[in-house]
């Protein structure tokens, strides 16, 4: 073929082999687009009168040509950047959740350590031993013990019947030197060095349920009841938020701690442990006595508020700081529960000299796991170590633990009255003391 005639065509050129033509000629025609590679063998003339064409032997550049994944390309370009957008955002949020969640966890085991450390230093002791628990009172706590003042108003110190405190003012009482010693259920303690070098120990108690009057009435009923093994309050002052209560400062701590804190330098023998349980119970029957008809009672007796003086001698000290919630205490019942409520306290506390074991969960623990001991007939595993090693006459364990097990019988109508306690607690301590004269004077 030497020529292809001229038709008229539309659109861009059709791709076709030109290889084998002389002539090409689309002049007049509506065709477009990049000229055929025909190897320069065709000129300008084969394409005149269309501008539609570009490229040699044109003189028109053609543009350059569009990707060739063209829109569909950028499209989906599009769609990634915006999965991949998200899939970040995602990634962000899920970071910082984790992030959050690991913070939190790991702060978790500083809280527990925190209220560790608060729960040891929850004591009830009216004063005891300077421990690690004590110390000097730190900024923030001696902002507590300055906020008094505040919290007391116009409330002026009450003295008791004490030659120790006698004439002391709320002022110098409060600009004394004080020193944290705890914090209990009844609440804050300080140990107080007065002019003179009279230390006292001085109970903060917030929010009582009961009025103002109630309390001085309490305080001067309590302070009418003089016992050698009751530790009175020397002074108090009240207002509508709090009250304060002075004891005398007992250097030689509680009977908590002699016998769950001692290092083994204070021996506590069998036969001192009776008869700091008969002048406990002693002490009880005559407080109970003297305090029947205003109907109060210690309400919160434990190993911890039975301190040890000078001599040792036990002294149950915040007697009738817990006052029934209802304001009914006056009543009959409330009276007989109350009273029934230290017998279960003094139950627990026999317990404890007997086994040597805290107590927890207000006693509860130990008194099933004695029982369950009792039932198996392996009464022996009850009774503190160093008693068994002392050689401590085993009937004589057995039948304070019968006195101690009716004590914490679950029903208050149950349990003994505290005279009944003190009697058989008594007649164990007599028995004891009759037998070692018989060997001391055994020939």
């Not at 003089?226 to 002074?235: D, F, G, I």
Request: glycine residues 6%.
């Amino acid at each position: 073929m030497d020529e292809v005639p001229v038709v008229q065509f539309s659109n861009e050129t059709p791709e076709l082999d030109f290889s084998n033509l002389v002539r090409f000629n689309v002049s007049n025609s509506n065709l477009g687009g990049v000229t055929p590679d025909i190897s320069g063998r065709l000129d300008s003339s084969s394409f005149s009168c269309n501008l539609e064409f570009c490229g040699k032997p044109l003189s028109k550049v053609c543009p350059v040509p569009p990707s060739p994944h063209g829109e569909s390309g950028s499209k989906v370009s599009s769609r990634n950047q915006f999965l991949i957008y998200s899939l970040y955002g995602v990634l962000g949020f899920v970071s910082g959740f984790l992030l959050a969640f690991m913070l939190g966890k790991k702060r978790e085991p500083a809280i527990e350590k925190d209220e560790v450390a608060k729960a040891e230093v929850e004591v009830d002791e009216v004063n005891g031993k300077d421990s690690g628990n004590s110390s000097e009172v730190s900024d923030g706590e001696n902002e507590d013990w300055l906020s008094i003042e505040s919290g007391t108003g116009a409330s002026s110190l009450v003295v008791l019947s004490s030659p120790l405190v006698e004439g002391m003012t709320f002022k110098e009482l409060l600009r004394a030197p004080a020193e944290w010693v705890g914090r209990g259920s009844n609440g804050s303690l300080y140990k107080v060095k007065l002019m003179g070098g009279v230390n006292v120990a001085v109970k903060r108690v917030k929010n009582w349920e009961i009025s103002m009057e109630d309390f001085k009435r309490r305080m001067q009923s309590i302070d009418q009841v003089k016992h050698p093994n009751v530790l009175p309050p020397l002074a108090y002052c009240c207002s509508e938020q709090e009250r304060l209560l002075v004891y005398e400062f007992q250097q030689n701590g509680s009977l908590f701690s002699l016998l769950h804190e001692s290092q083994n330098d204070q021996p506590f023998n069998w036969g001192s442990r009776v008869s700091v349980a008969a002048k406990i119970a002693e002490a009880l029957v005559f407080t109970h006595e003297s305090l029947q008809k205003d109907g109060i009672a210690h309400g919160n007796l434990k190993s911890s508020n039975i301190m040890l003086n000078k001599d040792m001698e036990p002294c149950i000290s915040e007697y009738g700081l817990k006052a029934v919630k209802n304001h009914q205490y006056k009543s009959i019942i409330s009276q007989t529960n109350n009273f029934k409520s230290d017998v279960y306290g003094f139950g627990v506390i026999l317990l404890e000299l007997l086994a040597g074991n805290e107590v927890q969960n207000d006693g509860f623990d130990l008194a099933s796991w004695v029982r369950s001991v009792v039932s198996e007939e392996l009464t022996v595993d009850v009774f503190d170590r160093a008693l068994v090693l002392e050689g401590a006459r085993e009937e004589r364990m057995v039948n304070l633990l019968h006195v101690a097990l009716k004590c914490l019988s679950p029903f208050p109508d149950a349990r003994p009255r505290i005279d009944q306690v003190a009697t058989m607690i008594r007649s164990i301590k007599e028995e004891e003391e009759e037998e070692d004269r018989s060997i001391s004077f055994d020939p």
